[in-house]
């Protein structure tokens, strides 16, 4: 199951709930993860479950749901909370992970109508990302606003055009199209990162399962253990974060 690739896990996830995720990250928003757990005891309260939730404190309250769902059914798995709701790819990957292996060995079969749990209402894949350009934006056409509008007392902007002239209108168009550019050059940056990072994570994988199975018959490869070696490598100076230490307060306390 550890082998699972990505691909293969939207598929299944997208199958079953019956949505148009196209990207690991999207479950971040823990609307999926509520269904998932829904499609195999069906007592998950679907109305509370944001689907469509766009910001971290909708991602907080799904996860309150499923929380409670975990105490009730007894399920002993920490759920990480702070990493998840910041929809990145590895958080994302490992917990998808484990739903799917939790899933298959809980389902109880038969057919599940996702649509209908989640009573036909539309979806769009939620964000995987703060959209830190569209906020930038927004903040700075709130300031245009300040700008071009109507000042009172007539006064002239520090820039030395008065307000409504077209010069700071052309100076913020530019602005705009720099962070649009920007915005897609970051996308594109985000898409290349995760394609070498799914290839890599493909040879990790392949790596592993085949030091384990010569380990079960008392046998080592050198040029296998190299590998996996520069694979776990780091700069100096970095420093790992431990996947499973958590935060003495924050995390704790709220889930």
Not at 169 to 187: P, R
């Amino acid at each position: 199951m550890a082998g699972v690739s990505r691909t293969d896990l939207l598929n299944w996830l997208n199958d079953l709930l019956q949505i148009n995720y196209t990207k690991v990250e999207q479950c971040g928003s823990g609307g999926a993860y509520c269904q998932i757990l829904d499609s195999i005891y069906g007592d998950v309260p679907m109305n509370r479950v944001k689907m469509n939730a766009k910001h971290e404190y909708e991602f907080v309250a799904n996860y309150k749901v499923m929380q409670n769902l975990f105490k009730s059914h007894k399920i002993d798995k920490p759920i990480p909370v702070e990493k998840l709701v910041k929809c990145k790819m590895q958080d994302n990957l490992e917990f998808l992970q484990w739903m799917k292996r939790f899933w298959d060995a809980n389902y109880p079969g038969g057919a599940y109508d996702a649509v209908a749990r989640r009573k036909g209402a539309a979806l769009e894949p939620p964000a995987t990302v703060a959209p830190l350009p569209s906020s930038s934006s927004a903040s700075r056409t709130h300031n245009v606003g300040a700008v071009g509008g109507v000042r009172s007392g007539g006064r002239t902007p520090v820039g030395g055009h008065r307000a409504g002239s077209a010069q700071p209108n052309e100076a913020v168009q530019q602005l705009q199209t720099q962070l649009q550019e920007m915005g897609v050059h970051l996308e594109g940056l985000e898409k290349e990162r995760d394609f070498y990072f799914e290839k890599l994570r493909d040879i990790e994988i392949l790596v592993q399962a085949q030091l384990e199975a010569l380990e079960a018959e008392g046998k080592e490869d050198v040029t296998l253990k190299e590998i996996q070696k520069i694979l776990y490598s780091t700069e100096e100076g970095f420093e790992v974060p431990d996947p499973d230490a958590v935060p003495p307060v924050d995390e704790e306390e709220t889930f």
